[in-house]
């Protein structure tokens, strides 16, 4: 389906508007990028992705809008890692407009601000995102992160997509690619984030058909985790010894097994 003509984007709807745009400083987002890896390695036990080769197949040149449920204040981190290290895009990603008032210094990596109040109309808004789709591509096309609940919601409630992403794909000339992200616990002390990437959609994919295309892609990811089965997946950053397994590697040493090799991995 061909792409619909673009919303021009002019610098001074946003200051009219009140808009908080994305001011994109690569100094800043390359020790932003190293400040999250060090969070997450700390917050989580670690990082798996499934279904790397649809990132790595993306077409190449091709914006993309990225289409992604919304469980936990870590998703935008976990997406800012793994765009980081997967993708040879040009990111960026859509906040409520009110808690990007309190983190302004977001807008340094790539974020912008969305007005979610009932009857705001986001005009402004679209009109960024789409300029930043349709903008030449000198060195990388852009990525657009979208959370398509719109907000948080409960982790076990089943996705309900809002029109945004589709609409902006439409008007900014972009695939769609599906991500979900899941969160849980393999008998470790900390949880795991879990990743699984879905295959890219047309520009003209229904915001139910988004919804169910992220519905399918978390039951395949609850399958894998009860029992635990990561066959599939790749780690997103390595995993260090957890805290019963250093507990092991103590008793090893105690036990009188320093010659002995001792399997670090967590299994």
Known sequence: MPCRPGLAFLPRDARAANLIPAKKNRAFDRLAARWIGRALRRRFHAAYLAGGEHLRGLPTGAAVVGCVNHTNWWDGFVLHALSYRHLPHEIYLAMEQENLRRYRFFTWMGVFGVDLRPGARNVAALRFATGLLRRPAANHPALVWMF??????PERRPVEALPGAGFLARRGCAVLL???????????????????????MAADTTPKAIADTLNGLLARTDQTLDPPDLAGYEPMFGTGMSLNRRWDYVRHLLGGGRREIFDKSNR
């Open 178 to 200: 599906p991500v979900a992200l899941r969160y849980g616990w393999l008998s470790e002390s900390r949880p795991s984030v879990f990743i699984r990437v879905g295959a890219p």
């Open 148 to 153: 398509v609940q719109g907000k948080i919601v």
